[in-house]
């Protein structure tokens, strides 16, 4: 069984087919790329995936269980969690407390037991804490808890989004064009950074416009043009593929 | 002066007490929520019927009567504001009046027009300190009160539920695919900010002696003047916001006439919009959506 499976997803905005009759699978484990143009649906599919969008018609099945009934925090406690394309932080909290709310979902205590129980919820709390620094420690931001998300460096901001989503321990995490913007050094870090958190035994679907992240780290390319699947196999296969290249450059 | 200052103080965290109702619900919901006063006047009545019927001990009926204004306050959102969160934002300004009036009316009919006394079930002593002139009720009034807002603040700004407060308030589509339940969080807000304007009803109904269906209107406008004043949105400066006006207020009628109580409060709230919308602690809107 799939980790991920779409099936004859079709997503309609009024006279808009955004996503037509999409069908794919992301395999446990892999690191999986969606491509396509400007506008190709791309984003799209990660809406309908995480609650964001009812689709018109189709399913998504995640281990078996059908997700796109679920509304967005149902599906982050699943084990789906995401970034956006246009960084979405928190940006008048601090780093640390963006990643604690990334770690919602883990920790237990409501509200009540935050007022009733309150050692219980200060040692819950000061364990997030340090689990927090680790994954700030992991993604390279270690010493910045303190700073304002919105005060980081781009490439950081970037950095931190991620590990705010790895936050919620996610079994299949989404990024969103996670390297636009970022020079070559910070690119290179980046897909660096994605292949370890593969290794740590977490499926990634990736939407990326930089060829040469995809290309390299991705196990499997799907490319998405107005809204249809056109091409779907390893990289070096997808490269070739006429059709490809023809959505990407245009017609002779 | 001093004890005005005194005076003027009990009066200011009364009025806090309310303004952080209206400031927590506008910072998640960027709504005023105008039954907020009734929610005050349903606490007080729940605390009368508790210590004076019911004959419960008073820090009992105190916690359950903010317990079950948390409660009105958490309907009143589910029936008449959460089904309009995607309408325009008049709707539902037009549905919190409502839901103002209609609870201003269930009361009478529940507990009828007169005002009710309230007399404290425990001893209240007089208290001199120099000049100043205060009394029992006072002290365990303005004790309860700032009690209140430091387990707030410790709430907001140490909790998980405290974070997903203030995330929800930033970006609720994004607080959403954190794993937040925002509506449950929402929730949590009115329940919270209805107990607080409960417990603030219940000392107000104890230290007047007086509680009747129509209380709730003045004191939540000034409460909501309070807020305004400290730049809605913000839980300190809602704090803020009600010390000063209650001083204000104090110190006006002391110096002018009793009558012009009310007017010192709106003149502020008019003074705040012309000279800074924001509120004193408020930040520029420009980055809410």
């Known amino acids: 069984m799939p980790l991920l499976e779409i099936k004859n997803l079709t997503m309609r905005f009024g006279g808009l087919t955004a996503v037509k009759n999409l069908t794919m699978t992301v395999e446990e484990g892999e690191i999986r790329s969606l491509i396509g143009p400007n506008g190709a649906g791309k984003t799209t599919v990660f809406n309908v995936l995480t609650g964001i969008y009812q689709p018109s018609k189709g399913n998504a099945f995640f281990q078996g269980r059908e997700i796109c009934s679920l509304r967005p925090y149902q599906v982050t406690s699943i084990g789906i969690t995401r970034t956006f394309q246009n960084i979405r932080l928190f940006g008048n909290m601090t780093v640390l407390d963006n990643i604690l709310i990334g770690m919602h979902t883990r920790t237990r205590s409501e509200l009540l037991a935050s007022v009733l129980k309150v050692r219980a919820t200060r040692t819950e709390e000061a364990e997030a804490r340090d689990q927090a620094r680790e994954l700030l420690q992991f993604v390279g931001l270690a010493g910045k808890e303190q700073e304002l998300a919105r005060n980081l460096p781009y490439g950081q901001q970037r950095r931190l989004e991620i590990a705010r989503a790895l936050g919620a321990d996610p079994k299949l995490l989404l990024l969103d064009e996670p390297a636009a913007g970022m020079n070559p050094q910070e690119t290179s870090d980046l897909m660096e950074l994605i292949t370890t958190i593969r290794a740590m035994g977490r499926t990634i679907l990736l939407i990326e416009h930089d060829m040469k992240v995809v290309m390299n780290i991705s196990d499997r390319v799907a490319v998405l043009d107005y809204g249809e699947k056109i091409a779907d196999s390893t990289p070096q296969e997808v490269q070739k593929d006429e059709k490809v290249v023809k959505a990407y450059l245009g017609e002779g | ?289």
Not at chain 2, 264 to 282: N, Y
């Open chain 2, 1 to 289: 002066m001093l004890q005005q200052l005194v005076n003027g103080l009990v009066l200011g965290s009364i009025y806090a007490l309310i303004a952080l109702g209206y400031t927590m619900v506008y910072g998640v919901l960027q709504l005023i929520n105008f039954a907020h006063g009734e929610i005050y006047m349903a606490g007080a009545f729940l605390g009368l019927y508790l210590t004076v019927s019911l004959k419960l001990p008073f820090p009992v009926a105190f916690v359950l009567a903010m317990a079950g204004a948390a409660l009105i306050g958490v309907t009143v959102e589910r029936i008449a504001y959460r089904p309009l969160r995607r309408s325009p934002r008049l709707a539902v300004l037009i549905s919190a009046i409502g839901m103002s009036i209609f609870l201003q009316n269930l009361s009478l009919y529940l507990n009828g027009p007169a005002t009710r006394g309230f007399l404290p079930p425990f001893k209240v002593y007089p208290i001199r300190i120099g000049e100043i002139k205060t009394s029992s009720l006072e002290v365990i009034i303005l004790v309860v009160a700032i009690l209140l807002m430091v387990g707030l603040q410790y709430l907001i700004r140490r909790t998980k539920i405290g974070k997903a407060m203030r995330a929800t308030a930033l970006d609720k589509e994004t607080a959403a695919l954190m794993g937040i339940n925002v509506d449950r969080i929402i929730s949590y807000t009115f329940a919270i900010g209805s107990s607080l304007g409960a417990a603030a009803g219940v000392l107000v109904g104890m230290y007047l002696n007086a509680v009747d269906p129509m209380m709730g209107l003045m004191p939540g406008l000034k409460g909501f003047v309070a807020a305004v004043l400290g730049g809605i949105g913000n839980i300190p400066g809602a704090m803020a916001g009600g010390l000063i006006l209650g001083t204000a207020e104090v110190f006006g009628v002391a110096f002018m006439r009793s009558e012009w109580r009310d007017a010192i409060a709106f003149a502020i709230l008019i003074v705040v919009l012309l000279i800074k919308p924001s509120g004193i602690l408020g930040q520029n809107t420009q980055e809410k959506v």
